[in-house]
């Protein structure tokens, strides 16, 4: 109590007004004090507030195509490997095992065998075409190649239709 009295004196001090505080009944701050965990009480939706529906059968999974080493695994959205080598196609679609990272972390980790191409977000969208030597340097690397936009993998249409990673 005394932090928060020093806590409200300094805002107001600093800021000059006074702190808005969430206003709270006495039953409620009683129910808070004599509960566990004072979030139980919390988490609960007001009785105005719109009900969330969450699609069925959807999963970010579903969605995406999973990269894999052995140890570690990322996801990226379907239609965002570009290129798949017959040799690494034991690297791509499989189960998720080990301790999934982040794709950014993944790819340093596995550059050897992970490369990225960026693309524009026209290029990704399908309304301007890749260039014509691309696709030729991508066989001559032998590497997975994930397209990226500013970083991030984006799905290719033409790869999303063509992919038999898709077709799950």
């Given at each position: 109590m005394k932090t928060t009295l020093i806590f409200c004196a300094l805002a107001t001090s600093v800021f000059g007004e006074p702190p808005i505080l969430?206003?709270?009944?006495?039953?409620?701050?009683?129910?808070?004090?004599?509960?566990?965990?004072?979030?139980?009480?919390?988490?609960?939706?007001?009785?105005n507030e719109a009900a969330v529906a969450r699609p069925?059968?959807?999963?970010?999974?579903?969605?995406?195509v999973i990269l894999h080493d052995g140890n570690n695994w990322t996801l990226v959205p379907k239609g965002a490997v570009v290129f798949l080598p017959e040799s690494m196609k034991n690297r791509?679609?499989?189960?998720?095992v080990g301790t999934l990272l982040p794709f950014t972390d993944f790819l340093?980790?596995?550059?050897?065998?992970?490369?990225?191409?960026?693309?524009?977000?026209?290029q990704a969208a399908g309304t301007?075409?890749?260039?014509?030597?691309?696709?030729?340097?991508?066989?001559?690397?032998?590497?997975?190649?994930?397209?990226?936009?500013?970083?991030?993998?984006?799905?290719?249409?033409?790869?999303?239709?063509?992919?038999?990673l898709t077709q799950r």
């Open positions: 969430p206003r709270i009944t006495p039953d409620e701050l009683a129910t808070l004090q004599q509960s566990p965990s004072p979030m139980t009480c919390l988490e609960k939706p007001a009785a069925n059968g959807q999963s970010i999974i579903k969605q995406s791509v679609a499989a189960k998720p340093a980790r596995n550059h050897a065998w992970i490369t990225t191409d960026e693309v524009s977000i026209h301007e075409p890749l260039p014509s030597g691309r696709v030729a340097f991508w066989t001559r690397q032998g590497k997975v190649v994930v397209s990226v936009h500013q970083g991030g993998p984006i799905s290719m249409p033409a790869a999303k239709e063509s992919s038999p």
